[in-house]
């Protein structure tokens, strides 16, 4: 399977730990998101990488959360100092360059407890 | 900026029975519309998408949605489900232009479709 893969899948933390969650994009999509994603919500748009040049950030990402993608491939996706409020699912997507705002690929997500 | 309000939040049909899952949207530009569905412990996958062209757009599953630019809706149709629709499924818009905002996608709260044996 080549689709968008992220690590863990699942991650339960205390309050106040730091946590880092892996996004693995499709083969050659140059453009990658994080969406934030909550218990009766849809999605939320975190963040935007077009190769590693972070373009932009929403403004529920606090300066607890910091985002890269250094290499152009892969990207991180890190919290600190876990709060309660940050339990939700992590979802990634990518696109291809030629596609850009026509389909985002969404990866499985990585569903974070924060206890 | 764009916002998505998907007026159901649960719909419950019988098997082989149509649906109608409804989406409005509001933007001050033009957009791009998206319906996604999400099975439990899933990401995301797309349904079908409209650019530009017919309003009427066929996408997999045989889900069809009608883009209304007067009323500003993008409803999604099936005319027969079957048990494996069952999910959750996502209204969502972008920016159809060249810019800050324009990659992001916004999404509505979704609607959960159950499809009853």
């Known amino acids: 399977d080549t689709g968008v893969s992220q690590d863990p899948r699942h991650k339960i933390t205390k309050r106040g730990q730091n946590v880092t969650f892996r996004c693995d994009p499709i083969?050659?999509?140059?453009?990658l998101y994080w969406y934030r994603q909550t218990l009766g919500q849809g999605p939320e748009f975190l963040t935007y990488f077009q190769n590693e040049a972070q373009l932009e950030k929403s403004r529920l990402l606090s300066d607890r959360f910091s985002a890269e993608r250094p290499k152009g491939s892969f990207s991180t996706l890190e919290i600190q100092r876990t709060e309660q409020g940050d339990s939700a699912m992590y979802l990634c997507a990518s696109s291809p360059p030629t596609s850009g705002r026509s389909e985002q690929f969404f990866g499985p997500g990585t569903r974070l407890t924060v206890l | 900026a764009q916002s998505v309000t998907q007026l159901d939040s649960q719909v419950p049909v019988f098997e082989e029975a149509p649906v109608e899952l409804r989406c409005n949207y509001s933007s001050s530009v033009s957009v791009y519309l998206f319906w996604y569905v999400q099975y439990p412990n899933q990401g995301l996958q797309l349904l079908l998408k409209?650019?530009?062209?017919?309003?009427l757009v066929k996408g997999i599953n045989g889900f069809e949605a009608e883009f209304n630019k007067s009323q500003t809706s993008f409803h999604l149709r099936k005319p027969s489900v079957h048990i494996s629709d069952t999910a959750e499924y996502f209204c969502a818009v972008s920016a159809a232009y060249s810019g800050a905002g324009s990659y992001q996608l916004t999404f509505g709260k979704g609607t959960k479709l159950s499809v009853i044996p």
């Open positions: 083969s050659e999509h140059n453009r």
């Open positions: 409209y650019l530009s062209g017919s309003t």
